[in-house]
């Protein structure tokens, strides 16, 4: 197998080589709607899901406009659409319980992505995650990779929360090409779900694209990958006629 063209491979993270298995916001609307009931405070579901769809809205704002959001702020975001008279104290714990709601949940590498990481580096390739980060810190992020035994097949990680922006911006990309030692981003190889981000950004500062479809087959528009897999497997066909 031929990876002379190639030094490296990147990877985004959420539905790239990692998935929830449930979803973590059923969690969250019962430990909420807990909290909430504890302290006097009645919500409907329906006040609940407003409330929910208000903070991911204000994520999805800032994300979209390369503006870092912290978790007390999805969350202030949030409590705008529950009833009045949320303290402080209540405000807290809300918001701890949202990251626990995302922490508890359980998640998994997605199929073959052990396999390949192992193939990849055993043809002496360096590897690399390039991650928008929401409302859980890369430092757990990193840790679930530690738990699902594939924490040390990586060389370097691009998280936006240690970077300071999220892709498309060509920063993230060139910083985790320098941390991997790849002077020349047309010798490394990005995997990613989105066209907006992980397509657009690499492709931008030349590196060679591939869209990742086997958990989420992305639905905007926007310019077509090089390489459209839906196994990760399917990656070595690129070496194969590079």
């Known amino acids: 197998m031929d990876t002379r063209n190639y030094q490296a491979v990147t990877y985004d993270y959420w539905n790239t080589i990692m998935a929830e298995t449930t979803n973590s ?12 009931y504890a302290n006097g405070i009645e919500v409907t579901q ?28 999805v969350v202030k975001a949030a409590i705008t659409k529950l009833p009045d008279g949320i303290s ?3 405000k807290e714990k809300l918001t701890d319980a949202y990251l626990e709601a995302s922490e508890s949940t359980p998640r998994s ?12 580096k055993g043809l002496g390739l360096r590897l690399g995650v ?23 097949f990586f060389d370097y990680f691009g998280f936006s929360d240690d970077i300071g922006v999220y892709k498309p911006d060509p920063k993230i990309f060139k ?22 981000t992980d397509v657009a950004g690499a492709r931008a500062i030349n590196m060679t694209t591939v869209r990742y479809t086997g958990a989420r087959d992305d639905p905007e528009d926007g310019d077509e990958a090089d390489y459209v897999i839906k196994n990760h497997s399917e990656i070595f066909n690129i070496f194969k006629t590079s």
Do not use: M
């Open 25 to 36: 916001l059923d969690r969250r609307r019962v430990l909420w709607t807990e909290i909430l």
């Open 46 to 73: 329906d006040q609940l899901d407003k409330a929910f769809k208000k903070g991911w809205d204000y994520f999805e704002t800032n994300w979209r406009n390369n503006v870092q959001s912290s978790l007390e702020n």
């Open 88 to 90: 402080s104290t209540v």
């Open 109 to 120: 590498l997605l199929p073959e992505v052990e396999q390949t990481l192992q193939q990849l």
């Open 130 to 152: 390039i991650c928008d980060v929401g409302t859980i810190p890369s430092s757990r992020l990193r840790s679930w990779l530690d738990d699902l035994n594939v924490h040390q």
């Open 175 to 196: 910083e985790t090409l320098t941390g991997l030692g790849v002077l020349d981003p047309s010798e490394c190889i990005h995997v990613g779900d989105l066209r907006r």
